[in-house]
């Protein structure tokens, strides 16, 4: 059973370029979030979902970010006209329904913005 | 706002010497993780406490969960070179039955020396 899946693993773009981060749940989970660690500091949450639905976007700025989670397919977290302060590593977990405690980390996605 | 405090955010040991990491919380959660991260990887899960009282160990680490403190402790002991990582510990927000996101402390970066 492959863990929870994330690409590119490095993505390097310049200021105002797009990123766009991948996120495959483990098998049979269908909640997702995003998580970004700015460098030598701990996850912040950014966004809660689940399929085809945003739960909590408290920890989203309110611009340039976006999220979605379809149907059919990975989550993807976008992020607009990139700027140097969006440098991070882009954290993606899932957790099964119904279930409280169990959240699974993918490996991130270290996006650099020169 | 939910708070998450850990302390010390840097600890230097020797090898064969024994200590506590402490995380103090502002929510009412019950439920407490603690994470070990390695430099450029992802996230460990190492433990999850999910009542008052509960005690966990695993090699030479052991959590422990005082909701009423609203305080975790991870302690070590006779630390070893391979424990040197940042461990960070997390509380989450309640959705009222569901999983929800969670909040981590800033972590402690511990360093093993011989």
């Known amino acids: 059973n492959a863990g929870v899946m994330q690409n590119p693993r490095h993505l390097v773009r310049r200021r105002g370029q797009e990123a766009r981060l991948r996120c495959s749940p483990m098998?049979?989970?269908?909640?997702v979030y995003w998580y970004r660690q700015l460098p030598e500091e701990g996850l912040k949450f950014m966004v809660y979902?689940?399929?085809?639905?945003?739960?909590?976007e408290s920890g989203m700025p309110k611009e340039r970010f976006s999220a979605e989670f379809p149907k059919e397919g990975p989550s993807i977290l976008r992020i607009q006209q990139v700027v140097r302060g969006d440098s991070a590593a882009y954290f993606c977990a899932s957790s099964p329904q119904g279930i409280r405690y169990e959240q699974y980390f993918g490996p991130g996605t270290r996006l650099t913005v020169t | 706002e939910l708070k998450v405090e850990q302390n010390p955010l840097f600890l230097s040991m020797q090898e064969g010497k024994n200590y506590t990491i402490y995380c103090n919380y502002s929510?009412?959660?019950?439920?407490l993780y603690w994470y070990r991260q390695d430099p450029g990887k992802s996230l460990e899960s190492l433990f999850v406490l999910l009542s008052n009282g509960a005690v966990k160990q695993e090699g030479r680490l052991m959590a422990s969960l005082d909701t009423k403190a609203r305080l975790s402790t991870l302690h070590i002991t006779a630390a070893v070179h391979d424990l040197s990582a940042t461990y960070f510990c997390?509380?989450?927000?309640?959705?009222?039955?569901?999983?929800?996101?969670?909040?981590f402390g800033k972590g402690t970066k511990l360093s093993v020396k011989p």
């Open positions: 098998k049979g989970h269908s909640h």
């Open positions: 929510t009412t959660s019950d439920r």
């Open positions: 997390a509380v989450d927000k309640d959705y009222g039955g569901s999983q929800g996101n969670l909040i």
């Open positions: 979902l689940q399929k085809e639905n945003i739960i909590d």
